[in-house]
């Protein structure tokens, strides 16, 4: 009867088994095909395991789809249950031919490859036996899984991408590597190399696996007398397959948003003096000069920042060296999977500016806090204006221009009047002014709130502004659907905006009538950029620079540039290009390069002026290359 | 034919694919829920959904919608016994199928339709005052050549569904076909490429449509709706489905048909692998043929040597000296004694010097074997090796991130242990001209796609091996051992990728990555003054592109230089791997290459010099010109 029973299959799948082997060795033709014709780089090993991931793993989900899922579907299997034959010994038929014929395929499919080894590199048999072994067992593993499957009948697609889904998961979300496990750990880059045997542990998951799957395949086959199989086999209707397309659509989703919202770690930095208060880390590698001075300072201005503005903690803070900076330029870097402040900055640089450098920090330091939330443009004017002002603290009801340098940015950058729209259009201000002239203009703001309502109402609509932490998700469009400044300066300071902002504008006037001869000579910029053709896909970008008053004769002027991409945002310090001229020459430049007709730039011309202790820029424009 | 029967018709078509519609909606608003969960947006522009993952993303999801909906559209009518009752109605099969498509096109355009709202919804919320004018064109173009990829991947589906059960194994097949085309070399295949529609190219502000290969693309997806209406009209008519279509029932004529086209297709097959294996392509008249070479084999203590038997009398100083090289590679990284290194010295290498893969090395059969150069790319893919072993593999798990430290390892021991200064120099030349143009970025070096995608992905060399010099310096010169069993180790955080990795691969082996960094560039700085003359002799060309009918082109403008040469090489695509880009030979003072060869809507171009005492070619950015 088993011979019966083999005949049967024979007859009935003969044709898709034909189809099937001549697909594979198809497949393996191309799958080899650039080894073999080219060599080049390519390893025919290496390829070959490409072909048993992909072509083995069809090739065996197909005899089983025929053998099983098909018989079941179309009923068939009944009448096999008619004849005078167990069901099991049904079941191991199939798996027999099944496993034969898939078996017979890779047997082929890897003799015919160690042969072209053998014939390009000579006989490696340790090499040969480890990759018999590792496609024996992988194959093993794979066909018993794609058994299981197929009494799943009309589940069995779905299963699979779930399947994948999950080892996609347990990959991203766990600390299991998947990679490294069962028929992957044996599949993996060492495949065509390795000699020795594999590891333990993947080759012993795959058999397990793999035997886990026949007992598992063998359970659905006689379970309930073959009748959970046939249920399964049914075809899936229209709605249940979108049903099951939306389950699967929504693991993946889960799995993206869990992922998204999971813990970050804490970055760490050994060998490093740390400073430690509560709710704020610092930390400075030994090798920083003055580090542990450097740790604690730092640590006390943020820890008077985390309890001016009554957060509940701050991110640790790593402040590393680079020489190579300017004492002007710190950089953030971004920290992968991990919490924290990583800044980079030349600590003992000639024009260290320890001022300017907490300033920056603080202002880094809460948007890291607030997860980039202070960044909004309604309440950034705030955030910058803030860390100015944080750093010239305790004036209280002083003039503005007890801090002379500060109060001369302010009233060089500040338009007459200043209006809400500016503070509505601050990074556009910002882009225009410069961003320390635009900060001391931020600055002044907060001045004026302070000298015309005390320091206590200052700090409280500050820290409604600035120290408040949403969740990172859509909620904030119901919480911050009051502009969070307007309403804090009436909540906490009970001071209408136009009122604030007609105090500011009077304070601004006082002192630039007190110091008008020193903004009489500070110099104003003007660039012009013109884009000459030199095919009608090409331009070469030209700008001259003109400045009034003249500034010292020793001051050096630059051409700044950046490339934009196609939506407007920021110009990030880290695209400017900069094109460093003396004082000396013509106010005029060629870029290097050419352009093409349709790229998008920024240009501004810079020059320090001394007096401010910054650079003025001329604003930036954005140029579309015509 | 009344109109009512037709909107009868449609509403029935629509009630027909309405779970589709459902799940259309649902894939629709996942990314729009994603943000509203796990983003701010009011601070989610436009910029992640013109990433290109972002757009890759929506056209595989119109792909699987376009196909999934053509699979059952007209043949459902036949083989469920509807088709009759559809007949029955006073409209021609013309019309039916012209209701079927557009609604079934109607619920398609859906998801491009969620996808552009819902972008546009949260740029707007997250507008700044640095926006002139809100990105219409953007949000247009993307969503049009999303609902264009729909169509097209329907069109193809439609027009398969008639094999039923057989249309996934054609599809696939046809998937394949395109591959190997690609492979071998046949460019026109690439104006067929439906998935390039989502990979976006700006201008300025403008999302550049890639017109010609859309009409290309269009006039073949016209073609095959034509087929399918055709079929369709044949549905059910005596002769009508047999013919072609592979129903329940195959008669005779269908087997006969499928073995024939079996047959010619393995035979196609087999010709093509052997057309291709003899390179039938370069054997013009009047050229010469050798005969292949046997492999030889010798081995030593360390090294199991494969190579063409014409080279046996020049292996002896490569056997002689070979084990010298791994015992002074071994001397550096420390380790224990493995099994013996198999380097294969059979075959010429297009690219490289040399290969390493696991425990295996490839050198080009072009190599001189008595050359010291030899010994030195031995010693440099003996590196290679040690530290694949030295971290379990993992750094091939990580390479677009730690290719740096990879190469970088590998060039600093083969100049420190194997080369003459004047290597040397010419590398760190390089380096010293890049840091004078300030083109070297932390974010490109841990990033080795970014920087074949801006710069030149060969950098990794004269970069990295400075770097590595900058590490030794610091940490001693244990320390890249050190970093590569770092990355062995169990616990080591996955998925970390760029300076994440490095940061906490350096300070698991004790090692401080700003420290190093710091070094790096300081060490660059120095060159940039030692290697003064030659960075200045080394001129920033301007390249002019240029149109000439049939060719594209680029000009230098500026005059050539006196020393060196110049190159210019051409990429379809910024993502293209490096083997596939164009390097032509100028003509006069321009290179000139095929404009069917550049289906895109963009090409990019690359000028650069080429100086004898310079390890590599050096060049100026890539430029990315709209076609």
């Given at each position: ?7 049967k ?6 044709a898709?088994l ?7 060795w198809?497949?393996w033709t191309l799958a080899m095909?650039?080894v073999l014709?080219?060599?080049g780089?390519l390893?025919l ?5 490409n072909f048993?991931?992909?072509y083995?793993?069809?090739a065996a989900s197909?005899i ?5 899922a ?10 096999l249950?008619g ?7 049904m079941?191991?038929?199939k ?11 890779l047997?082929?499919t890897?003799?015919l490859?160690?042969?072209?080894q ?6 490696d048999a340790?090499l040969?036996?480890?990759v018999?072994l590792r496609?024996g067992?992988?194959?093993w ?5 794609c058994f299981?499957m197929?009494?799943?009948?009309r589940?069995?697609?779905a299963i699979w991408i779930?399947?994948l889904?999950?080892l996609?998961a347990?990959?991203e979300?766990?600390?299991v590597?998947v990679n490294?496990v069962g028929?992957f750990?044996?599949m993996d880059?060492r495949f065509?190399?390795e000699?020795?045997?594999?590891r333990?542990g993947?080759?012993g998951?795959?058999l397990?696996g793999?035997t886990?799957?026949l007992v598992?395949?063998l ?6 007398e073959?009748?959970?199989?046939a249920l399964l086999?049914e075809n899936?209707s229209h709605r249940?397959k979108?049903?099951?397309?939306l ?5 993946v ?5 869990l992922?998204?919202r999971?813990?970050k770690?804490?970055?760490d930095?050994?060998?490093a003096?740390?400073d ?11 090798e ?9 300072v730092?640590?006390?201005h ?9 957060l509940?903690?701050?991110?640790p ?10 004492g002007?330029?710190f950089e ?5 999977q ?7 900055a ?7 500016d ?6 920056w ?7 890291a806090?607030?997860r ?11 955030l910058?204006?803030?860390s100015?002002?944080w ?9 503005l221009?007890?801090d ?5 940015r302010?009233?060089?950058g500040a338009?007459?009047p200043?209006t809400?729209?500016h503070l509505?259009?601050w ?5 225009q ?5 635009a900060?001391a203009?931020?600055?002044s703001?907060?001045r004026?709130?302070e000298?015309r309502k ?5 700090r409280e609509?500050?820290r409604?502004?600035l120290g408040v932490?949403?969740?990172v998700?859509g909620?904030v469009l119901?919480?911050?659907r ?8 009436e ?5 209408e ?8 504008n009077e304070e601004?006037?006082g002192?630039?009538?007190r110091?008008?001869?020193?903004l009489?000579?500070l ?5 012009t950029?013109?884009?000459?053709p030199?095919?009608?896909e090409?331009?070469m970008?030209k700008?001259?620079?003109?400045w009034?008053?003249?500034p010292s004769?020793r001051?050096?002027w630059?051409f700044?540039?950046a ?13 400017v ?12 430049g ?9 790229l998008r730039i920024?240009t501004t011309?810079?020059?320090e002026?001394p007096?401010?202790g910054?650079e003025?820029?001329a604003?930036?424009?954005r140029?579309?290359?015509? | 034919m009344?109109p009512s029967?037709?909107r ?5 078509e ?5 779970p589709f519609?459902?799940?259309?909606v649902g894939f ?12 701010y947006?009011?601070q989610?522009?436009l910029?992640?959904w013109?990433?290109r993952e ?6 595989l999801?119109?792909?699987?919608f376009g196909i999934?909906?053509a ?9 469920e016994?509807?088709?009759?009752f559809l007949?029955a109605l006073?409209l ?9 498509v ?5 619920v398609l ?8 709202v819902s972008a546009?919804?949260?740029?707007g ?12 064109q953007?949000?247009?173009a993307?969503g ?8 097209l ?13 057989y249309?996934f194994?054609?599809?696939a097949?046809?998937?394949w076909?395109a591959?190997?085309?690609?492979e071998?070399?046949?460019m026109p295949?690439r104006?067929l ?6 990979q976006?190219?700006f ?6 449509v890639?017109t010609?290969?859309l009409?290309v693309?269009?006039?073949?997806a016209l ?8 079929r369709?009209r ?8 047999g ?6 029932r195959r008669?005779?004529?269908?087997v ?5 086209a079996?047959?010619?297709?393995i035979a196609?097959?087999?010709?093509l692998l052997v ?8 054997r013009?008249?009047g ?5 292949q ?8 203590e360390r090294?199991e ?16 000296h070979?084990?010298?090289v ?14 013996r290194i ?6 010429p290498?297009e690219?490289h010097?040399?290969?390493a893969?696991?425990k ?7 190599m001189?074997?008595?050359d010291p150069?030899?010994?030195a790319?031995l010693g440099?893919e ?7 072993q030295?971290?379990a593999g993992?750094?091939?798990?990580v390479?677009g991130?730690m290719?740096?430290?990879?190469e970088?390892?590998a ?8 080369a003459?200064n ?7 030349r ?6 004078s143009?300030?083109?070297?970025k932390?974010e490109?070096m841990?990033d ?6 801006r710069?030149?992905?060969d950098?990794v060399?004269?970069l990295g ?10 940490h001693g010169?244990?320390a890249?051992?050190r970093m590569a069993?770092a990355?062995?180790?169990p616990?080591?955080p996955?998925?970390?990728?760029g300076v994440?990795?490095?940061q906490d691969?350096m300070?698991a082996a004790?090692?401080?990555?700003p ?14 003054v030692?290697?003064?003359e ?5 001129p920033r060309?301007?390249?002019v ?5 049939k060719?594209?082109?680029v ?6 230089p ?8 051409f990429?379809?695509?910024p ?5 596939f880009?164009?390097s032509?030979v100028?003509?006069?003072?321009t290179?000139w ?6 289906p895109?809507s963009?090409?990019?171009f690359?000028v ?5 005492d310079a390890s590599?070619t050096i060049y ?6 709209r076609?």
């Amino acid at each position: 009867m088993i011979r019966t029973l083999l005949h049967k299959e024979w007859i009935q799948h003969r044709a898709a088994l034909a189809v099937l082997v001549v697909l594979v060795w198809m497949g393996w033709t191309l799958a080899m095909l650039p080894v073999l014709a080219r060599g080049g780089e390519l390893v025919l090993l290496d390829q070959f395991r490409n072909f048993v991931l992909v072509y083995g793993i069809l090739a065996a989900s197909w005899i089983c789809h025929r053998l099983i899922a098909l018989e079941y579907r179309g009923r068939t299997q009944l009448f096999l249950e008619g004849l005078p034959v167990s069901r099991p010994a049904m079941v191991v038929v199939k798996y027999g031919v099944g496993m034969t014929v898939f078996l017979g395929l890779l047997a082929g499919t890897t003799l015919l490859t160690l042969a072209f080894q053998t014939l390009r590199h000579g006989l490696d048999a340790s090499l040969s036996a480890m990759v018999a072994l590792r496609v024996g067992a992988v194959g093993w593993f794979f066909f018993n899984l794609c058994f299981v499957m197929a009494f799943a009948g009309r589940y069995r697609f779905a299963i699979w991408i779930g399947l994948l889904l999950t080892l996609l998961a347990v990959h991203e979300l766990t600390a299991v590597r998947v990679n490294e496990v069962g028929p992957f750990g044996l599949m993996d880059q060492r495949f065509a190399f390795e000699q020795g045997w594999p590891r333990l542990g993947a080759l012993g998951s795959t058999l397990v696996g793999g035997t886990l799957c026949l007992v598992g395949a063998l359970a659905m086959g006689w379970m309930r007398e073959g009748s959970v199989a046939a249920l399964l086999a049914e075809n899936m209707s229209h709605r249940e397959k979108v049903m099951v397309a939306l389950v699967l659509g929504g693991g993946v989703f889960a799995v993206s948003v869990l992922d998204e919202r999971r813990q970050k770690d804490p970055f760490d930095l050994p060998d490093a003096a740390v400073d430690s208060r509560p709710g704020v880390v610092v930390k400075v590698p030994w090798e920083v000069t003055d580090a542990s001075r450097r740790a604690r300072v730092t640590a006390d201005h943020l820890s008077a920042v985390r309890q001016f503005l009554d957060l509940p903690s701050l991110p640790p803070v790593f402040l590393v060296g680079r020489t190579d900076f300017d004492g002007r330029h710190f950089e953030r870097g971004t920290l992968d999977q991990a919490e924290g402040v990583h800044v980079q900055a030349n600590f003992s640089a000639a024009d260290w500016d320890e001022e300017r450098f907490h300033s920056w920090l603080i202002r880094e330091v809460l948007l890291a806090t607030t997860r980039q939330r202070a960044a909004l443009e309604s309440r950034r004017w705030v955030l910058e204006g803030f860390s100015s002002w944080w750093m010239a603290a305790g004036r209280g009801a002083d003039p503005l221009d007890t801090d002379r340098r500060l109060a001369l940015r302010a009233c060089y950058g500040a338009p007459r009047p200043l209006t809400a729209d500016h503070l509505n259009r601050w990074l556009q201000f910002r882009e225009q002014t410069g961003p320390e002239i635009a900060a001391a203009v931020a600055w002044s703001g907060l001045r004026a709130l302070e000298r015309r309502k005390g320091g206590d109402a200052l700090r409280e609509v500050l820290r409604r502004t600035l120290g408040v932490v949403r969740p990172v998700d859509g909620r904030v469009l119901w919480m911050d659907r009051d502009g969070a400044f307007s309403a804090a300066l009436e909540l906490a300071a009970g001071m209408e905006r136009d009122a604030w902002l007609a105090a500011w504008n009077e304070e601004i006037e006082g002192v630039r009538s007190r110091l008008e001869e020193p903004l009489a000579g500070l110099p104003r910029i003007q660039c012009t950029v013109s884009f000459e053709p030199l095919s009608p896909e090409s331009r070469m970008l030209k700008y001259q620079v003109h400045w009034e008053p003249s500034p010292s004769p020793r001051a050096a002027w630059s051409f700044l540039h950046a490339e934009l991409s196609a939506v407007d945002t920021e110009i990030l310090p880290t695209s400017v290009q900069r094109e460093r001229h003396g004082h000396g020459g013509e106010p005029v430049g060629t870029l290097p390069g050419s352009m093409a007709v349709g790229l998008r730039i920024a240009t501004t011309a810079a020059i320090e002026v001394p007096a401010l202790g910054c650079e003025v820029i001329a604003g930036w424009k954005r140029h579309d290359v015509r | 034919m009344t109109p009512s029967a037709l909107r009868m018709l449609c509403r029935k078509e629509f009630r027909s694919i309405r779970p589709f519609l459902f799940l259309v909606v649902g894939f629709g608003l996942l990314d729009p829920l994603f943000v509203l969960l796990s983003h701010y947006p009011d601070q989610a522009d436009l910029g992640g959904w013109l990433d290109r993952e972002a757009q890759w993303e929506a056209h595989l999801m119109m792909f699987f919608f376009g196909i999934a909906l053509a699979a059952g559209l007209l043949v459902r009518e036949h083989d469920e016994g509807t088709l009759a009752f559809l007949d029955a109605l006073p409209l021609s099969r013309t019309r039916i199928f012209v209701a079927k498509v557009v609604v079934a096109l109607s619920v398609l355009s859906v998801f491009p339709v969620l996808n552009v709202v819902s972008a546009a919804v949260f740029h707007g919320l997250s507008r700044t005052s640095l926006e002139s004018a809100f990105p219409w064109q953007l949000l247009g173009a993307g969503g049009a050549l999303q609902a264009a990829a729909g169509f097209l991947w329907f069109s193809l589906g439609l027009a398969l569904s008639f094999l039923r059960r057989y249309s996934f194994l054609v599809l696939a097949l046809l998937f394949w076909a395109a591959i190997a085309l690609e492979e071998v070399g046949w460019m026109p295949i690439r104006w067929l490429n439906v998935f390039s529609l989502g990979q976006p190219t700006f201008h300025g502000r403008t999302w550049v449509v890639p017109t010609d290969k859309l009409l290309v693309q269009s006039a073949v997806a016209l073609a095959l709706l034509a087929w399918a209406w055709w079929r369709f009209r044949k549905l059910g008519e005596p002769g009508g489905e047999g013919r072609i279509s592979i129903g329940r029932r195959r008669p005779i004529l269908v087997v006969v048909a499928m073995t024939g086209a079996a047959i010619i297709t393995i035979a196609a097959w087999l010709a093509l692998l052997v057309w291709v294996g003899n390179d039938v392509s370069e054997r013009l008249p009047g050229s010469v043929t050798y005969a292949q070479w046997r492999s030889s084999r010798a081995t030593t203590e360390r090294y199991e040597f494969l190579f063409p038997e014409y080279q046996s009398g020049t292996i002896a100083p490569l056997l002689e000296h070979a084990d010298g090289v791994e015992a002074k590679v071994r001397g550096f990284l420390g380790g224990e004694e493995t099994e013996r290194i198999r380097v294969d010295l059979t075959r010429p290498l297009e690219r490289h010097a040399g290969l390493a893969y696991w425990k295996s090395v490839r050198m080009s059969s072009h190599m001189a074997l008595g050359d010291p150069e030899t010994l030195a790319v031995l010693g440099h893919e003996t590196v290679h090796v040690r530290l694949d072993q030295l971290s379990a593999g993992r750094l091939s798990d990580v390479f677009g991130s730690m290719r740096m430290f990879h190469e970088g390892v590998a060039t600093y021991v083969e100049h420190r242990f194997f080369a003459t200064n004047e290597p040397l120099a010419r590398s760190r030349r390089v380096a010293a001209v890049m840091r004078s143009r300030d083109e070297v970025k932390v974010e490109e070096m841990v990033d080795s796609d970014l920087l074949r995608r801006r710069r030149d992905a060969d950098l990794v060399y004269p970069l990295g091996e400075v770097f590595i010099a900058a590490l030794v310096r610091r940490h001693g010169d244990d320390a890249p051992a050190r970093m590569a069993r770092a990355l062995a180790r169990p616990e080591a955080p996955k998925d970390l990728h760029g300076v994440g990795l490095w940061q906490d691969t350096m300070q698991a082996a004790g090692c401080r990555w700003p420290g190093v960094i710091d070094e790096f560039f300081a060490e660059l700085d120095r060159l940039k003054v030692e290697h003064r003359e030659f960075v200045d002799s080394v001129p920033r060309l301007r390249g002019v592109f240029v149109k000439d009918g049939k060719r594209l082109g680029v000009r230098i403008a500026d005059p050539w230089p006196a020393k060196g040469s110049v190159v210019c090489r051409f990429r379809t695509d910024p993502e293209i791997d490096p083997r596939f880009y164009e390097s032509p030979v100028p003509t006069g003072d321009t290179f000139w290459v095929d404009r069917a060869d550049y289906p895109g809507s963009s090409i990019g171009f690359q000028v650069g010099v080429r100086r004898f005492d310079a390890s590599q070619t050096i060049y100026e950015p890539w430029v990315e010109v709209r076609l």
